[in-house]
């Protein structure tokens, strides 16, 4: 569904991605991870035009993304929910649920997207009115997965969910991705949490320094080599 060929990117002079490489399979969980400072979040803002390329290409079944703008990704069906979770402090749970079915395509469905967010996460009902910054940490990633599912999307790329929450939050959490897998989404899970990350996934990449070390399928998954790798033992 979406390939990264020999993919470089950065920020200014610094270069951060060294020819990456990943295949995303339609209707399947792929999880990247790797320790802090890898390069995991750079790949995923220039997989959402957030950053340019300088060499290399993102292809979404078999159309180049290549410096289609950030805005323009709902449109393709894409949706980052950002690491540290980017709700609006300031406005309400349901107005941070509409913003994410901004884009004009997704209006007439909102009624029904947002039904679909409740029922998924109860617990923003409840909050509905609440201002988003008065949210606990684990409501604020309820509610940043909630607004990246206001515009209905079939690849979904989500940037470490777990961060800085309790286990039984975690727990929810992933009980929520395996749920959006069932529906058949596409999903792109970056996370610290290696172990719960390749529980869920169907395939995993590790990377390091700006480059991909591993590939495997996630049933092959030693979790002893890959924590050898992760902290290049
Ligand atoms: N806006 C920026 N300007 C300059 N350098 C940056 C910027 N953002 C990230 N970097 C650098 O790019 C490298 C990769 O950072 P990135 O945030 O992609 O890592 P990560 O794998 O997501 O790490 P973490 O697990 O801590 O989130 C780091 O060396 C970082 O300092
Ligand atoms: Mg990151």
Redesign the pocket.
Known sequence: MLEISNLRAGYGAINVLWDVSLSISQGKLTTIIGPNGAG??TLLRAIMGLLPASQGEVRLNGQSLNGTPTWKMADVSMTMIP?GRMTFRDMSVEENLIVGAFAKQHRARLKDNLDMSYQMFPRLRERRTQLAGSLSGGEAQMLAMARGLMSDPKLLII??PSLGLAPVVVNELFEILTRLKEEGRTIIL?EQNTHRAVGVADHVYLMQSGKVVLSQPAAEVSLDHLHDLYFAR
Do not use: A, H
């Open positions: 995991k979040t690491e940037d470490e970056v």
